[in-house]
C-alpha cells in the first residue's frame, strides 16, 4: 500500500493511493485510486489500508488455507490511527479498517491479522 500527492502545473495536484496483495510471492490483486485535488496524503494511506484489508479478507474466501494477512504501510501516523479508535482526522476510514479486520478476526479463531 503507498499513496503519494503529486503537482500538476502551479495551481493543481492529486492525490491517490494503491494496494497490491501477494500471495506466495505471486500478485494476485493491485488497484490504483484517485481521490482527486482536495484530499490529503494521510486520507490516501488510509484509503489504501482500508481497500488492502478489505481485498485481502475477499481473498481468503478463495484460499481457504490463508489465515494470516499481513499489511505493509509506510505511515507510522496511519497504523496508529487504525489501532485506536479515539476521535481523529480519519475516524470513518479507521473504523471501516477496524470493523473488517475484526469480522475477519471473529470469523476463525486461527486467524491473525499483522499490521507494520
Known amino acids: 500500500m503507498d499513496s503519494s500527492q503529486k503537482s500538476i502545473g502551479q495551481r493543481f495536484q492529486r492525490t491517490g493511493t494503491a494496494a497490491v496483495d501477494f500471495h506466495q510471492g505471486n ?3 493491485k488497484q490504483k485510486i484517485s481521490l482527486g485535488d482536495k484530499a490529503e496524503i494521510y486520507n490516501a494511506e488510509l484509503t489504501g489500508l482500508v481497500v488492502g484489508v478489505r481485498t485481502a479478507i475477499s481473498k481468503t474466501e ?10 505493509f504501510a509506510d505511515n507510522v501516523s496511519t497504523i496508529k490511527t487504525i489501532s485506536d ?8 476510514l ?13 470469523k476463525n479463531p486461527v486467524n491473525t491479522l499483522r499490521v507494520t
Open 62 to 71: 478463495f484460499l481457504p488455507r490463508v489465515h494470516h494477512i499481513h499489511i
Open 27 to 29: 500478485e494476485i490483486f
Open 94 to 106: 479507521a473504523y471501516t479498517f477496524y470493523q473488517h479486520m475484526l469480522q475477519w478476526l471473529q
Open 85 to 92: 479508535l479515539k476521535p481523529c482526522q480519519g475516524q470513518l
